[in-house]
């Protein structure tokens, strides 16, 4: 049988495994730190880039960014689009599931590679976005930060042409690819005129290195490192990996697929995160 479920009996029993009761065990003997991808976020209807099936797309780079007028319209165009989806999407149990370990003392907070700040909306108090958040914007000129939608509504009051796009079009950080950009305005900084950028991490960015820190006090101070829902192609996510793995303290990956990972992890459960998640929280009573 295929579709959902199958899907769904396929993670009972692998939740019903040994790999799985490993995890309680180690969950249930300490405290862990817990690093979450895209895999997280899918069951709220943010596609990810990299899963099994997920549309081969094109991300913006840092470097087209900065250097091609025709590239920012693109993206603030396109980001435009995604952000009034992507602003109503919401938590899902697996985001639930790790408030709830957080809360019971069972996990010393979330360092996530995701954008969508639903980790925060979920509850859970210590979260570190290791590679930004979409509902922030920052003047690479003089540093001022300014909220998404307020720039929003700059950008819709300069293209009052701008429509809300399809369910089906949007991208793993917010985007959609835009049909019209000829005579797109990009709004700039209110305060000196600067060039403005969403607060988060592009492909060809480096992590910063505050950010680095943060995540990285929260695996030296665990007992073990759980991975959810990440591929860690991303390599901010694989030097944690290796960081809890020279510390000795165990390395848990829960996604579904091969990850960059899996040779270096004591544990890897090919499962949904939302599903392995919920089941973790249920089984130690959080």
Not at 164 to 188: M, N
């Amino acid at each position: 049988m295929t579709g959902p479920a199958a899907v769904e009996r396929t993670d009972a029993e692998r939740i019903d495994s040994p790999a799985f009761e490993r995890i309680l065990e180690v969950l249930s003997g300490g405290v862990t730190a817990v690093l979450t991808g895209a895999g997280v976020s899918t069951d709220s209807g943010i596609p990810d880039y990299r899963g099994e099936g997920a549309p081969r797309r094109t991300p913006m780079t840092f470097q087209h960014f900065l250097g091609d007028d025709d590239y920012r319209r693109r993206y603030w165009a396109g980001s435009e689009l995604g952000w009034t989806r992507f602003s109503t999407v919401r938590p899902n149990a697996g985001h639930g599931a790790l408030a709830r370990l957080e809360a019971a003392g069972r996990i010393n907070g979330v360092v996530t590679q995701n954008v969508d700040g639903l980790h925060v909306r979920a509850g859970s108090r210590h979260v570190v976005d290791l590679h930004g958040s979409m509902s922030r914007v920052r003047c690479l000129t003089c540093g001022q930060e300014f909220s998404r939608d307020d720039v929003g509504d700059r950008i819709r009051s300069l293209n009052p042409w701008i429509v809300a796009p399809s369910a089906d079009e949007l991208g793993p950080d917010g985007d959609v690819v835009p049909e019209r950009l000829a005579d797109f305005s990009v709004p700039d900084c209110s305060n000196c005129g600067g060039m403005l950028k969403p607060d988060i991490v592009f492909f060809g960015e480096f992590v910063p290195a505050d950010k680095f820190a943060q995540a990285s006090a929260l695996v030296d101070r665990a007992d073990a490192l759980l991975v959810a829902g990440s591929s860690l192609v991303v390599n901010s996510g694989i030097r944690l990996l290796e960081r809890a793995r020279r510390r000795r303290i165990p390395a848990l990956i829960v996604n579904r697929g091969d990850t960059r990972g899996d040779a270096r992890a004591e544990v890897k459960l090919d499962a949904g995160a939302s599903e392995v998640l919920t089941a973790l929280a249920d089984r130690l009573g959080a």
